[in-house]
């Protein structure tokens, strides 16, 4: 935890999405200091058209190497925040060639109540995590 969703725009390769899944996860394991096997990412590919990224009005043009990721997490400090957010972007670049401007994240937070990992409990509040 946090819950990462992906989404691309259709083209990469599988070894690709690799290093992009990779090279995220390490951005919110050190910015989160999450445990390493605390990975959940869904990956979505979309076709270009069905895929619009503007740049609210910021002044800047995304390419086909666009992507946008909404982590679903318990509440974490705006510290934690902007460092996943600047880890994230140094990340991607060295390893995927993908430009800053082509990474956007949203945060949606939420509290120990709504996470069930399996059995139908709710871990965070039983005890189990």
């Not at 043009?61 to 902007?82: H, L």
Request: aromatic letters at 6%; hydrophobic letters at 40%; proline letters at 4%.
């Amino acid at each position: 935890m946090p819950l990462l969703k992906i989404d691309v725009i259709k083209g990469r390769t599988d070894e690709e999405i690799s290093v992009l899944l990779d090279t995220v996860h390490r951005a919110m394991v050190e910015a989160f200091a999450v445990p390493e096997r605390d990975r959940y990412q869904i990956l979505n590919e979309h076709a270009p058209s069905r895929m619009i990224v503007q740049d609210t009005g910021l002044g800047f043009e995304r390419t086909d190497k666009v992507v946008v990721i909404t982590a679903i997490s318990r509440p974490r400090s705006v510290e934690m925040k902007e460092k996943f957010y600047a880890l994230l972007v140094e990340g991607l670049g060295r390893e995927c060639g993908i430009e800053p401007r082509d990474v956007m994240v949203s945060m949606v937070i939420n509290g120990d109540e709504d996470w069930s990992f399996g059995f139908g409990r709710a871990q965070f509040l039983t005890g189990e995590l």
